[in-house]
Antibody, heavy 119, light 108 residues
């Protein structure tokens, strides 16, 4: 079955960077886009960007440009999301999710990775 | 940025009742890009409805979506105990995905 498995929880200090992984299985990795979202405690969902594993093209919303980098490793069917210059406001659960090209929906989602930023 | 406003913030109903959840957009949204998700505590969101009215694979037919333009609705015809959760709407427009703030459906 289609599955996205993310790396484990992280604790980081302000100013540091974090890199979260998302390993895909059960489908052809390069046939689907992967997105990253985050959810701060008790809050809604926020879209952080998209990576096309077929070629590695990325697109980020203006809010995260310059601070987020999404990459992929086709040999292991894994995508990565790195967020730099962390502050306490980046404390959130980070999710990866799959999208077929121009489908405008996310299915399935990874289990989530809690990133805590604290001094 | 297209802002999605969900109402009510919290909906208190009993099993067996009908639930109607609203998602209103700050400007017109293409129906193909409107989706609904269910999220239970400690879990990732699960896709329920896409294209405003199509049920995702494995979703029971008591869930239905409707609407167009700026007003969309998720209806649960007869609530089951497992339906009490938070529901989010989502859209794609102006090269940006945005989500509503969620409606919490709680047991009365």
């Amino acid at each position: 079955q289609v599955q996205l498995v993310q790396s484990g929880a992280e604790v980081k200090k302000p100013g540091a960077s974090v890199k979260v992984s998302c390993k895909a299985s059960g489908y052809i990795f390069t046939n689907y886009h992967l997105h990253w979202m985050r959810q701060a405690p008790g809050q809604g969902l926020e879209w952080m960007g998209i990576i096309n594993p077929n070629g590695g093209i990325t697109k980020y919303p203006q809010k995260f440009q310059g601070r987020v980098t999404m990459t992929r490793d086709t040999s292991t069917s894994t995508v990565y999301m790195e967020l730099s210059s962390l502050t306490s406001e980046d404390t959130a659960i980070y999710y990866c999710a799959r999208e077929c090209a121009s489908c405008y929906r996310f299915d399935p989602w990874g289990q989530g990775t809690l990133v805590t930023v604290s001094s | 940025e297209i802002v999605l406003t969900q109402s009510p913030g919290t909906l208190s109903l009993s099993p067996g009742e009908r639930a109607t959840l609203s998602c209103r957009a700050s400007q017109s949204v293409t129906s193909i890009s409107l989706a609904w998700y269910q999220q239970k505590p400690g879990q990732a969101p699960r896709l329920l409805i896409y294209g405003a009215s199509s049920r995702a694979t494995g979703i029971p037919d008591r869930f239905s979506g409707s609407g167009s333009g700026t007003d969309f609705t998720l209806t649960i015809s007869r609530l089951e105990p497992e339906d009490f959760a938070v529901y989010f709407c989502q859209q794609f427009g102006d090269s940006l995905y945005t989500f509503g703030q969620g409606t919490k459906l709680e047991i009365k």
